[in-house]
């Protein structure tokens, strides 16, 4: 059973709103039996991370602004974006990006209500000279799983960008653990970039999407895991949309859920112009 696209669920804001030009890269999580949807909404000049909640996965209710831009000289003043949520011992975690104008960086902010968060700084830094992540941290993902938090995210040595693991007991101290998904082939559709990934646990294993890039367009893929650390890949699940869709050209940055026993992934669809999210489900998760 592949997925059934459900076309576009966030919509751009009103002109001046924070996501009037865009409303794009999604994070979601079920919490007290609704959807709660965070994502990146940009007026033209910054990017901060909103809120919108569903009763039904499909429509959706705006909350504004979550995680507002950090002060002068923190490492999320410019932007705060690429959010990944889990809600552990009763708490939402968000952990996201900041960017200060020079360097994006994996933060953390934390919440009671889902709503209210308070700022944790740098959880991600940057890698050492010749790492996989000494450019850039960004584009997390998470899930708990044995007890540890487990983020997946984005590193970029400045060439390529390649999904990497980083685990945590605390969830605020981690360890990384290098990439655990390079590059593929030439003429793959992910030989250029593996990033922008989105996990969930289903079935006793990780399944891991992710955006692939060959140079020209950007698709979701699946890549799944015994132990979470080793990942057999299983090609393209979101396709490009066909000429006039929402996602035409580019279909990426997916957040996925499980709810009702079916797989419930929001991505960022791109014709052009707009980028906007929508939703696509599956009963099997590909």
């Not at 940009?42 to 959706?60: M, P, T």
């Not at 709503?115 to 960004?138: E, W």
């Not at 030439?186 to 006793?204: E, I, K, L, M, Q």
């Amino acid at each position: 059973m592949s997925f059934v696209k459900h076309g576009v669920v966030i919509p751009l804001g009103a002109s001046g709103d924070f996501d009037g030009v865009r409303a794009y890269i999604p994070a979601v999580v079920v919490r007290d039996g609704r959807t709660w949807l965070y994502y990146a909404g940009h007026n033209g000049a910054n990017i901060r991370v909103g809120l919108a909640v569903s009763e039904d996965g499909v429509h959706f209710v705006k909350h504004g602004v979550v995680i507002p831009l950090g002060a002068s000289g923190d490492f999320d003043d410019a932007h705060a974006f690429y959010p990944a949520v889990v809600v552990r011992d009763g708490r939402t975690w968000l952990y996201y990006a900041g960017n200060d104008g020079a360097n994006i960086r994996v933060g953390l902010a934390v919440s009671e209500d889902g709503v209210h968060f308070v700022k944790h700084g740098v959880v991600i830094p940057l890698g050492a000279s010749g790492d996989f992540d000494n450019a850039h941290t960004y584009y997390p993902a998470v899930v708990v799983r044995d007890g540890r938090t487990w983020l997946y995210y984005a590193g970029n040595d400045g060439a390529n960008i390649r999904v990497g693991l980083a685990v945590s007991e605390d969830g605020v101290h981690f360890t990384k653990h290098g990439v655990v998904l390079p590059l593929g082939a030439s003429g793959d559709f992910d030989d250029t970039h593996t990033y922008t990934p989105a996990v969930v646990v289903r079935d006793g294993r990780t399944w891991l999407y992710y955006a692939g890039h060959d140079g020209a367009n950007m698709r979701v893929g699946l890549a799944v895991s015994e132990d979470g650390v080793h990942f057999v890949k299983h090609g393209v699940v979101i396709p490009l949309g066909a000429s006039g869709d929402f996602d035409d050209v580019h279909a990426f940055y997916p957040a996925v859920v499980v709810r009702d026993g079916r797989t419930w992934l929001y991505y960022i669809g791109y014709d052009g112009a707009k980028y906007r999210v929508g939703l696509a489900v599956s009963e099997e998760g590909f």
